[in-house]
């Protein structure tokens, strides 16, 4: 064997190792800061947390997540795909009940995996098109994970919406369920905003919607919505990126380029801040990371400058 061939063979092990063992624990934190309240208005700071495909044995995350109460958050958003393991919802309720305990405002909408526990999957088959739709029965019991986080006080924005002040500003947030095995409902969230007391005249409101998978069609509905923010997960930020490339896939329609980070999402007649995080896990059974360290978003909404 020649030199190179070793050498390469070397850096291919070193990175594999890299992947599977050492970057999937390096959880990182993503600041952002973005002018979207009103003017006066005092700064909010909000958590994302998504994708966090938690196992009962993964104590490193579970403890890093609890820590994050330390940055005493005005709000959480828990932007789905938290379970990653059948015997998960435990040891996931224990990871997020320090916000509850701490009073902080928390809300949530699901993920596919929040229904259907993993498999064995072709992880090549992701470049090619994106999962949809399974075929399975749903074999998680998603009804008492719902009833666990709602008994934490944390509050249910699948095909919902929810009115919340928050240091002085009234923040209105809605959700859709996940549109990528399409249980999203525009309709019904729509008609949850309606049902819900209107404020005082001339209150101003932000407003931040919420979805699990950024494709674009839900994107746009939560625009029409008049959504300043949107706050999305699924695409692990494409996992696996190459650097000065970037991602291959978003595992939807969301071009790749927009799989991880802070952008802009707008139509002909609507504009808001898009943030795709990349989320704090995978499945069980690709556990990779490469060039995408696992993450959670705190984001410092502040007054608009006149």
């Not at 435990?90 to 993920?111: K, Q």
């Not at 998603?142 to 923040?171: C, K, M, P, S």
């Not at 095995?181 to 007391?197: F, G, N, S, T, V």
Request: net charge positive; with cysteine; glycine share 8%.
């Amino acid at each position: 064997m020649s030199r190179v061939a070793k050498a390469l063979g070397a850096a291919a092990l070193g990175a594999t190792a890299w992947a599977t063992l050492v970057e999937p624990r390096l959880f990182a934190l993503r600041r952002h800061t973005l002018p979207v309240l009103p003017a006066g208005a005092t700064p909010l700071r909000v958590l994302q947390l998504s994708d966090l495909h938690l196992a009962p044995w993964q104590h490193r995350k579970i403890s890093w997540v609890r820590r994050l109460v330390e940055l005493r958050p005005d709000l959480v958003v828990l932007t789905g795909d938290l379970m990653g393991h059948r015997f998960a919802r435990g040891p996931l309720l224990h990871a997020l009940r320090p916000f509850s305990e701490a009073g902080i405002a928390t809300v949530f909408v699901h993920g596919s995996n929040d229904y259907y526990g993993p498999i064995p999957k072709n992880p090549l088959a992701y470049l090619r098109e994106p999962s949809r739709r399974s075929t399975r029965t749903p074999d998680l019991d998603n009804a008492a994970l719902t009833r666990g986080l709602v008994e934490l006080g944390f509050a249910d924005l699948n095909n919902a919406a929810q009115r919340i002040e928050l240091r002085g500003t009234t923040a209105l947030l809605f959700g859709l369920g996940d549109p990528h095995i399409r249980y999203d409902d525009a309709e019904k969230m729509d008609e949850a905003i309606a049902a819900l007391p209107k404020p005082r005249a001339k209150t101003p409101v932000t407003r931040i919607g919420v979805v699990h998978a950024p494709y674009q069609g839900a994107l746009n509905r939560l625009l029409d919505a008049d959504a300043e923010l949107i706050l999305a997960g699924h695409t692990h930020g494409g996992q696996v990126r190459v650097p000065g490339v970037g991602a291959l896939t978003s595992n939807c329609d969301l071009p790749p380029r927009l799989a991880r980070g802070l952008d802009v999402w707008y139509d002909a007649e609507h504009a808001a801040f898009l943030n795709v995080s990349a989320g704090l896990g995978a499945s069980i059974y690709a556990p990779i990371r490469f060039a995408c360290r696992p993450e959670a978003s705190l984001i410092t909404l502040e007054a608009v400058r006149d």
